[in-house]
């Protein structure tokens, strides 16, 4: 079990049906829309992690443990080539893999892409759970990207969520 530094905080989101949780780090900035749910890292131009969650389709009856079914690679497929990539500009995959998140497998890309004259470095998951899509996006430039995905991943690996 991870040690939480003083300093750090367990947030708490609570939406109609859905409550998730997370450590949030000493000096890093929440940004809640609504929809997105965007944690900034301090002193990094921008760079964040974003949480969000949709509800799977009815009848996609596979066990949510697995997280490696047809239907669920074919939902983060569409997700991240229609969904991710429509919102950048020179979208390029570069990696992709497995992990566990909140005790689900989740599936994940790492991708390039362009906004203005910046060049990003993005990591997309995506974990089914509790009858949901949760989907976590980290959005890095690229000169600092490397270094900050390990304080991404720390925060990820505290993500947990609940029915209410």
């Given at each position: 079990?991870p ?33 997105t ?9 921008g760079?964040?992690?974003s949480f ?14 697995l ?18 990539a429509e ?8 990696e ?69």
């Amino acid at each position: 079990m991870p040690l939480v530094a003083s300093a750090q905080e367990r947030v708490v989101i609570n939406d109609p049906s859905i409550q998730f949780s997370y450590v949030k780090p000493s000096g890093w900035e929440v940004k809640d829309d609504g929809y997105t749910y965007e944690v900034y890292a301090p002193n990094s131009s921008g760079a964040y992690v974003s949480f969000t969650y949709v509800q799977r389709p009815q009848g996609d009856d596979y066990v949510e443990s697995l997280g490696d079914k047809p239907a669920f690679k074919e939902d983060f497929n569409f997700e991240l080539l229609y969904n991710v990539a429509e919102d950048v500009e020179d979208f390029k995959v570069i990696e992709r893999g497995k992990t566990k998140i909140d005790g689900a497998t989740a599936l994940w890309a790492k991708f390039q892409s362009l906004s203005g004259e910046q060049e990003w470095i993005s990591y997309f998951y995506m974990y089914p759970k509790l009858g949901q899509n949760f989907k976590i996006m980290t959005t890095a430039p690229l000169a600092a990207a490397e270094n900050l995905q390990e304080d991404f991943e720390k925060l990820i690996a505290t993500f947990e969520a609940k029915k209410r």
